[in-house]
C-alpha cells in the first residue's frame, strides 16, 4: 500500500469511532431542566460595550472576564459584549450570549439550526481586500452554493498532500532542531519560535501547494514573516497581546488596520502560488469547477489563516509542555522507543497511546482558536447542565474555549494538565468533548459542516513532533520560547 494511501486511511480512523455529541436541538427540552431567563445584560448604548471592551482585554483579560460573569449570574450560558466595538467599529454589534460548558457550546456545530455567514470572528470581520475581494470558505455558511464546492477542494487537497506529507514534515523538522542544535552548542541556548515558524512554511506550502519555496530566494527568506503580518493586522482588533495599557487599547483595539500595509506581501505570495503551483492550479480547475482567482486566495488562507497559523499557536505550547517536565519525558521516551521503530512512520506513531493524549490535552488546555462564533438560523431551546434557555433568530452565540474545555461537569480535575487523560476507553469518551476543530474531535469534516478539513492532520502532526523529539534527544531542556540544553540519542 502507497504511504499517501496509508495515511489518507489513518486520517480517517486516528480517533475512536464515537458518535458526535450532537445537542438535543430538534426535540422538548427535558423536564426536569427548569427553563430560565439569559441572564446578563448589555449595558447601556456605547457605554456597556466600552466598559466590557475594557474588562476583556485591560482591567481582566478573556480568562476572568468570562468566570467572573459565570460566578455573577450563577450561570455558564449569558449575555455579554465581547470586543471589538466603539469607537471605530460602527457597524459591529458586540451583543453575545455567551455559552461556556460543554453541552451548550455544541450547539454552536449543528447546522440545522445556526448558521456561520461572516463569523469566523465574531461580528466583526475583516475587510475583504485581505483575500482578494473574496470571501473565503472560512467566511461562507454551508448553506452558500460555494461553500461545497470549496471545502471540498480544501478536503482534496488534503488528500493529494498525504502522499508527501510524511516526508516533509520530518525534512523541515531535521533542519529545524539542527539549527537549534548548533544554537544550543554555541550561545547556550537557542529559540525555537522563528525556526519552527521557517519548518511550517516550507513544510506546508510544498505539502499543500507543491510548490518549492526555494524556487524563490525572497519567499524562501521571508515568506513566513510575509503569513505573520497579514494574520496579525486582520486579528489584532480582536486579540489580547499584553503590552503596556493603555497603548494597546488605542493603537490595537480602537480600529481595524487597512490591508494596504501588507499588500505587497500578499501579492508576492499570490504571484509566488501562481508561478510555482501550476499543476494545483490545474487540478483545482479540472476537479472542482475553481478559477484561478479563487483558488489562489482560498489556498492562501488555508495556508496562512488555517494552517500556519493554528500551528504557530499549537507546536509551541506542546514543546513547552515536553521540554519543561523531565518526568513526561522519560514516559513518552519509553513508549516511543518502544514503538517507533528503525523510521518513525504515522503506523508507528498510532501505537502510541500516551503521546496521542499528550496531543490532545495540550488542545483541550490551549486550543489555537480561543473563541467560536455562530448565529441562530431560527428559535430554539438551548440546553445547559443545569437550565434551559430560549434563544432567538439572528443572535449571536460565543463560546470561550479555554473555559469550556476545563468543564468540571465533564472533565476530572479540570484545571491540570493529564498527560493520560483520553488513554483507554474511558479517555476515548471523552473526546466527543474535544471541540478545538470546529467540532468534536469525534466528528468528520465534511461539506455539511464547518469542521476544520485537516482536524486529523493536525493532531497526527503534532503527535509526530512529540515522537520526533522524543527520539531525537535523551534529554532536551527549555522553557516557552528557548532550548537551553540537549543530549542527542546515540544512533
Excluded at 493529494?160 to 544550543?184: G, N, Q, Y
Excluded at 519567499?219 to 496579525?232: C, F, Q, R, T, V
Amino acid at each position: 500500500m502507497a504511504m499517501g494511501t496509508m495515511m489518507t486511511c489513518r486520517m480517517m480512523s486516528i480517533s475512536p469511532g464515537m458518535p458526535s455529541s450532537s445537542p438535543p436541538t430538534q426535540s422538548p427540552a427535558p423536564a426536569s431542566l427548569p427553563l430560565r431567563t439569559i441572564p446578563g445584560s448589555y449595558g447601556w448604548p456605547l457605554l456597556g460595550p466600552i466598559s466590557d471592551r475594557l474588562d476583556y482585554f485591560w482591567f481582566q483579560g478573556p480568562d476572568t472576564f468570562f468566570k467572573k460573569r459565570t460566578d455573577k449570574y450563577k450561570s455558564t450560558v449569558f449575555r455579554t459584549n465581547v470586543p471589538p466595538t466603539f469607537p471605530f467599529f460602527a457597524g459591529v454589534n458586540p451583543n453575545v450570549v455567551a455559552v461556556l460548558d460543554t453541552k451548550s457550546f455544541a450547539y454552536l456545530f449543528d447546522m440545522d439550526i445556526v448558521e456561520k455567514k461572516n463569523i469566523l470572528v465574531g461580528e466583526f470581520m475583516p475587510s475583504v481586500k485581505f483575500t482578494g475581494n473574496i470571501r473565503t470558505c472560512a467566511y461562507l455558511d454551508t448553506s452558500e452554493p460555494q461553500h461545497t464546492q470549496l471545502k471540498n477542494f480544501a478536503m482534496g487537497i488534503l488528500k493529494r498532500s498525504s502522499k508527501v506529507w510524511l516526508s516533509e514534515l520530518v525534512a523541515s523538522l531535521d533542519t529545524m532542531w539542527d539549527t537549534i542544535d548548533s544554537d544550543v552548542s554555541q550561545k547556550g541556548s537557542g529559540s525555537y519560535l522563528i525556526p519552527l515558524q521557517q519548518a511550517l512554511f516550507k513544510f506546508l506550502v510544498k505539502s499543500l501547494a507543491g510548490a518549492d519555496p526555494s524556487n524563490s530566494p525572497e519567499i524562501a527568506e521571508s515568506g513566513y514573516a510575509m503569513l505573520d503580518k497579514w494574520l496579525a493586522l486582520q486579528l489584532l482588533p480582536t486579540i489580547k497581546i499584553g503590552i503596556l495599557q493603555p497603548l494597546e487599547e488605542i493603537f490595537l483595539h480602537s480600529f481595524s488596520y487597512p490591508f494596504f500595509l501588507v499588500s505587497g506581501d500578499y501579492n508576492k505570495l499570490y504571484q509566488f502560488i501562481r508561478n510555482e503551483a501550476k499543476e494545483l492550479l490545474r487540478y483545482a480547475e479540472t476537479e472542482f469547477g475553481l478559477n484561478q482567482e479563487d483558488t489562489i486566495h482560498n489556498l492562501l488562507f488555508v495556508l496562512g489563516f488555517n494552517a500556519f497559523g493554528g500551528f504557530s499557536i499549537f507546536l509551541p505550547g506542546l514543546i513547552s509542555r515536553i521540554v519543561s517536565d523531565t518526568a513526561l519525558q522519560e514516559k513518552l521516551r519509553d513508549e516511543v522507543r518502544q514503538n517507533a521503530g528503525p523510521n518513525l512512520s504515522f503506523e508507528s506513531v498510532m501505537k502510541m497511546p500516551l503521546v496521542q493524549s499528550v496531543v490532545y490535552e495540550t488542545l483541550r488546555l490551549s486550543p489555537p482558536v480561543p473563541l467560536q462564533f455562530a448565529r441562530a438560523r431560527k428559535d430554539f431551546q438551548l440546553s445547559s447542565h443545569d437550565s434551559v434557555f430560549d434563544i432567538k433568530k439572528g443572535e449571536l452565540l460565543c463560546g470561550y474555549q479555554p473555559l469550556v474545555m476545563r468543564d468540571p461537569e465533564v472533565f476530572d480535575d479540570p484545571e491540570s494538565f493529564r498527560a493520560d487523560r483520553f488513554m483507554g476507553e474511558e479517555g476515548g469518551e471523552l473526546l466527543k468533548y474535544l471541540y478545538w476543530s470546529n467540532g468534536p474531535q469525534t466528528g468528520s469534516p465534511s461539506a455539511s459542516n464547518k469542521q476544520c478539513a485537516a482536524k486529523d492532520y493536525v493532531t497526527l502532526t503534532g503527535s509526530m513532533m512529540v515522537a520526533y523529539l522524543l527520539k531525537r534527544y535523551d534529554s532536551i531542556t527549555g522553557d516557552s520560547a528557548s532550548i537551553t540544553a540537549v543530549e542527542k540519542a546515540v544512533k
